[in-house]
C-alpha cells in the first residue's frame, strides 16, 4: 500500500489526524483499492471516530491486493506532522508488505531558510527530506460502528466555522456540553411565539450533585435553518450530553 498527497488534501489529512488525536491513542488504517479508512477507539470504548478519504483524494493512491491494513500510535504520526505543512511539498506513506513490521512516512519538504544557533549565521536548504519508519501492526483488533440510522429520531449536520461560533458563547472551562433535539410543531403557541422557530437547545451541563450556584450556566436556543446543514427530529425532545473538547466538525445522530 502506497499513497503520496499534497496542498489543500494534505492541510485536511493533517487536521484529520489531529482530531482522531482527541478521541483515541491508536490509529487503525484500513486500505482498499478505492478508499482510505482511518479508525480510533477510546480507552474506555466508550468514543469512535471513522474518516473515510476516497482514492482520488490523493495524488497517487495503490493498494496490491483487495485489502491492506495496520495500525500504528497516533503520537507517533502526530510527531510526523509536526512540520509546518505549508512547508511540505509533498507527504507520502508506504506499507512495504502485508507483513511489514514498519510503516514508511516521508516529507518533500520545500527549500527554506534556516539560523543556526550555534555559529550565528544563516544557510539556505535547497530542499529537505524527512522520513520517518513508524512500528506498526498489520493485525490490528478492527472496529465497526453498527449503527441503524432508523432507529433514531433526530440527526443534525453543522459546519464547523458555525458550529466554532456557536460553542464560542460558552465559557472555556466548561467540561461538558448538553444538545436538545425538539419538534418546532410540538411547542405550544405561547412558547413558539417566544422561541421564534429555535427548536435546538445548547446548553451547558452543571452535575446536580455538586452545589452549582456559584456557576455559570449558559443556554443557547438556535433556529436549525439558520445555523444547520441538515436537522431532522420527530417526535419528544431528546439530549445528549458529551465533552466539550474536541468537538469542531461533528455531525450528530441522537
Not at 503520496?4 to 489526524?17: C, D, E, M, V, W
Not at 412558547?191 to 451541563?205: H, L, P, T
Amino acid at each position: 500500500m502506497e499513497f503520496s498527497i499534497s496542498g489543500n488534501a494534505l492541510k485536511s489529512f493533517a487536521r484529520s489526524i489531529i482530531c482522531l488525536a482527541r478521541v483515541g491513542n491508536e490509529l487503525v488504517v484500513q486500505a482498499s483499492p478505492t478508499q482510505l479508512g482511518l479508525h480510533t477507539l477510546n480507552a474506555s470504548r466508550s468514543a469512535y471516530q471513522s474518516i473515510t478519504f476516497e482514492s482520488s483524494f490523493f495524488d497517487a493512491y495503490a493498494v496490491q491486493g483487495p485489502q491492506a491494513h495496520f495500525s500504528v500510535l497516533l503520537k507517533a504520526v502526530c510527531s510526523v506532522l509536526r512540520t509546518p505543512v505549508a512547508s511540505i511539498d509533498h507527504m507520502s506513506v508506504q506499507l512495504p508488505d502485508h507483513d511489514a513490521s514498519k510503516v514508511k512516512w516521508a516529507l518533500e519538504c520545500y527549500s527554506g531558510t534556516f539560523l543556526s544557533l550555534f555559529t550565528h549565521f544563516e544557510f539556505i536548504c535547497p530542499g529537505m527530506k524527512k522520513t520517518y519508519w513508524i512500528t506498526c501492526n498489520v493485525e490490528p483488533d478492527i472496529q465497526h460502528l453498527s449503527l441503524d440510522r432508523r432507529r433514531f429520531p433526530s440527526s443534525l449536520v453543522v459546519h464547523p466555522r458555525n458550529l466554532s461560533k456557536l460553542l464560542g458563547n460558552f465559557q472555556s472551562s466548561l467540561q461538558e456540553i448538553t444538545i436538545i433535539a425538539t419538534d418546532q410543531t410540538s411547542f405550544p403557541s405561547d412558547a413558539a411565539s417566544e422561541i421564534g422557530g429555535k427548536a435546538v437547545e445548547f446548553q451547558s451541563y452543571v452535575d446536580p450533585t455538586k452545589d452549582g450556584d456559584s456557576l455559570l450556566h449558559t443556554k443557547l436556543w438556535i433556529d436549525p435553518s439558520e445555523e444547520f446543514l441538515q436537522y431532522t427530529h420527530a417526535g419528544d425532545p431528546i439530549d445528549i450530553t458529551f465533552s466539550f473538547e474536541g468537538t469542531e466538525g461533528l455531525s450528530f445522530i441522537l
